[in-house]
Structures are given as C-alpha cells and as structure tokens.
C-alpha cells in the first residue's frame, strides 16, 4: 500500500500568515492527490483535487502543487474560518485503493 | 442537489456484523465513472477508506480489511450497502458514505454514522 506523511502534524499560525502544508507519498500517485478540510464534528470538505484543481466554491486562497511523491496544500493569507484539520488523500490508480494521511491539525497563534 | 445518508446501528457488540446503508438522492449509479465509497474515523483519528462499489457493479477493497468487508447495491437503487464482519472495539468510529467523481476524490460526503463496538 501508499502510504502518505503529511508534514507538520500541528501547525500554529495567525490570521493573515501564508502557510504551507506537505504530503509525501512512498511512491509515486501521479496527480491523484486530494486535499480536505474537516471542522470538529464535520465531514471532511473537498478543497483540491487531481493536485491542483480548486473545487467549486473554495476561495481562491487555497492553492494545491506537486505530483509523484511531493504535495503542498497553501493557504495565502489565513482566515479565521481556516483554522481546522488538513487531510492529503491518495488515489492508487494500479490497485484501486486510496489512503489518507495522518492530518495537520491548523491552530491559533 | 446530491446528498447521501447514512444508517445502521449505533452500538454493536464484538464479534457481530455491522451492516451500514448509504441512501443517495440527486445522483445515479447507472452513471458511468460513478462510484461510491465507504470511510470512517475513530474518534480523534485520521480518515480511512474502506470500500468502492462502482457504476458497473466493480467493487475494491482496503487491503487490511478487505476479508471483513463486503460492499454491494441496496434492495432499492439508490443504495449501497456495507457489511463489515467479525466487529472489534477498536472499529468504533464514525463511518461516512461517499461520492467520488472529482478525479478519485470525495466531493459530497454524508453526515457520517457513529458505531460503538461495545459489550
């Protein structure tokens, strides 16, 4: 299986900062790579797909690169609705199976 | 407007098998490229698939569990149902039902179903 290693774990930011959140995978996913939102007692929120493609009605400060085995979610200027868990999503296109990473949970500063 | 539903039991015991109805309206499974999946999350914990049932009656499995699981269509068409066997504490978690069409990503997500696995 692929496994996915987000980086970092907890991140701690302010409104208004630029942050920058990683993906690795252990081998190479192409650009089936998704990025989610997820709010204490919520389902998980569709951001990013196929890497880079921002899904309809996100706001525009959220931006996805990479493809293979490197991945950034960045967020260009936080906002107070921002601060949440951040989860990476891989699509293996040869098994059919997709794993998740572990999150990044976003705090206040 | 796509939503998807989640039922079942909230509580189980060990060693008894979960069964988990995901209800859709707004979306067919006639559709090609259409396919839903099965997630869940213990509670403070990361999100994991479980299962895919595909337009086409194909069907994929997580690799840990795929001798657990079954995924399969609903006695009505806008259902896919999962059974998970043999059920352990530690699958306590909320389980969420799912469309993917973005590219093998999770655009509408169920409100999710919480399962205790309890004595």
């Known amino acids: 299986d692929i496994q996915m290693t987000q980086s970092p774990s907890t991140l701690s930011a302010s409104v208004g900062d630029r942050v920058t959140i990683t993906c690795r995978a252990s081998?190479?996913?192409?650009?089936?790579l998704a990025w989610y939102q997820q709010k204490p007692g919520k389902a998980p929120k569709l951001l990013i797909y196929k890497a880079s493609y921002l899904e309809s009605g996100v706001p525009s400060r959220f931006s996805g690169s990479g493809s293979g085995t490197e991945f950034t979610l960045t967020i260009s200027s936080l906002q107070p609705d921002d601060f949440a868990t951040y989860y990476c999503q891989q699509y293996n296109s040869y098994a059919k199976m997709y794993t998740f990473g572990q999150g990044t949970k976003l705090e206040i500063k | 407007q796509v939503t998807l539903k989640e039922s079942g039991p909230a509580l189980v015991k060990p060693t008894q098998t979960l069964t988990l109805t995901c209800t859709f309206s707004?979306?067919?499974?006639?559709?090609?490229?259409?396919?839903v999946s099965w997630i869940r999350q213990p509670p403070g914990k990361a999100l994991e698939w479980l299962a895919r049932f595909d337009w086409d009656d194909d069907k994929f499995y997580s690799t840990s569990l795929k001798t657990r699981l079954t995924i399969s269509r609903g006695a009505s068409k806008n259902q896919v149902v999962l059974t998970m066997t043999n059920m352990d504490p530690v699958d306590t978690a909320t389980y969420y039902c799912?469309?993917?069409?973005?590219?093998?990503?999770?655009?509408?997500w169920g409100q999710g179903t919480m399962v205790t696995v309890s004595a």
């Open positions: 707004g979306l067919s499974l006639t559709t090609t490229s259409m396919r």
């Open positions: 799912v469309r993917d069409t973005r590219g093998f990503a999770f655009d509408i």
């Open positions: 081998r190479s996913v192409n650009t089936w």
